[in-house]
Nanobody
Framework: QVQLVESGGGLVQAGGSLRLSCAASGRTSRYYRMAWFRQAPGKEREFVATIRSSNTYYKDSVKGRFTISRDNAKNTVYLQMNSLKPEDTAVYYC?????????????????WGQGTQVTVSS
């Protein structure tokens, strides 16, 4: 089992920055694929970014603004979010899997955190 705990959410003005953290514990592995998803009110949970080894992929609308990274020594994954927009407002979830699959699909991931709220005001 893997436990994931997100932190770092909050309220920020448009154009501002936040850094989300996801601390993993339990049967973790540096080879796990880690990802961030988000869910806005009334919408489906959507893929934001993923990392496995040094390979990263992003949702088109966050490319150039968000950066995913990991610190294997700390079992922590980060999401640096810059130039935030009101449409980035959502609950952000950390996810993990040790299997292969479509990296942008929710079904690929076995473990999920409880989420952290990000609100961007205009």
């Amino acid at each position: 089992q893997v436990q994931l705990v997100e932190s770092g959410g909050g309220l920020v003005q448009a154009g501002g920055s936040l850094r989300l953290s996801c601390a993993a514990s339990g049967r973790t592995s540096r080879y796990y694929r880690m990802a961030w998803f988000r869910q806005a009110p009334g919408k489906e949970r959507e893929f934001v970014a993923t990392i496995r080894s040094s390979n990263t992929y992003y949702k088109d609308s966050v490319k150039g603004r968000f950066t995913i990274s990991r610190d294997n020594a700390k079992n922590t994954v980060y999401l640096q979010m810059n130039s935030l927009k009101p449409e980035d407002t959502a609950v952000y979830y950390c996810a993990a899997t040790d299997y292969s699959g479509t990296y942008s699909s929710r079904d690929t991931y076995d473990y999920w955190g409880q989420g952290t709220q990000v609100t961007v005001s205009s």
